[in-house]
Each structure stands twice: as C-alpha cells, then as structure tokens.
C-alpha cells in the first residue's frame, strides 16, 4: 500500500482504506477495534463513521458508528478506533464483535454528524 497525502474529513466525504489491526474485547457483547487509515485523515470531534464491511457470505454492508478516537490537534492522525456493541439479530454487529479478526480489510466514509 502507498501512502497518500492525508485527507480532510471536515470539508467533504471521502473513502479511505481500514485496515484492522487490535480487537478487544469489552464487556457487555462489545469490541474496541483499532484500524490503521491509509490515507491518513484529520477529522473533527462528533463525526462519524461510516463503514462498508465485507462479510462472511461475501456481500458487503454499510453502517454508521461513532469515532471513539481523538481527532488529530495539529496533524493528521492515521489511526482510527470505533467500540461496536453486538445488536441481538443484527447483521453486521454480531459477525464484528465475533468473527472480525486482524488484518480485516473495510471502506471507511467519514461524513459530518
């Protein structure tokens, strides 16, 4: 992978490659996921997240999160951490929280919340 100039989320939607790389496990049916960002981005506090994840069977899914993560103060910052809690019938929590193992591969779009 080739790393590009860093991205500003704060002016337009983009897509930039997630690459996972520490799940833990939190109380609760929930999981703390650590991605890499490549490109690396600046955001601003209250954004969100919006992730297409690659499942299991093969198709993709798109969901919304919240960035647990600090934005970067002066640069850009090229980690990202969202907490995902396992929904009961969900179709994307339960394979993130159970099955998503580093190094997994998503899309990120990071829009204004």
Known sequence: RSRMSAVSLTHRPFMSELTLVQKTDVPGDAARLLFECDPPITFK?????????P????????????????????????????CV???????VSPFIVT???PPYSCDLILAAG
């Open 55 to 82: 499942t299991l069977d093969g198709t993709t899914k798109t969901r919304f999160y919240s960035i647990a993560s600090s934005p970067g103060v002066k640069s850009t910052v090229d980690s990202l951490e969202l």
């Open 99 to 101: 099955d998503l193992a």
């Open 85 to 91: 809690k396992k929904v009961p019938g969900g179709k």
């Open 45 to 53: 506090a209250g954004q969100y997240a919006k992730i297409r994840w």
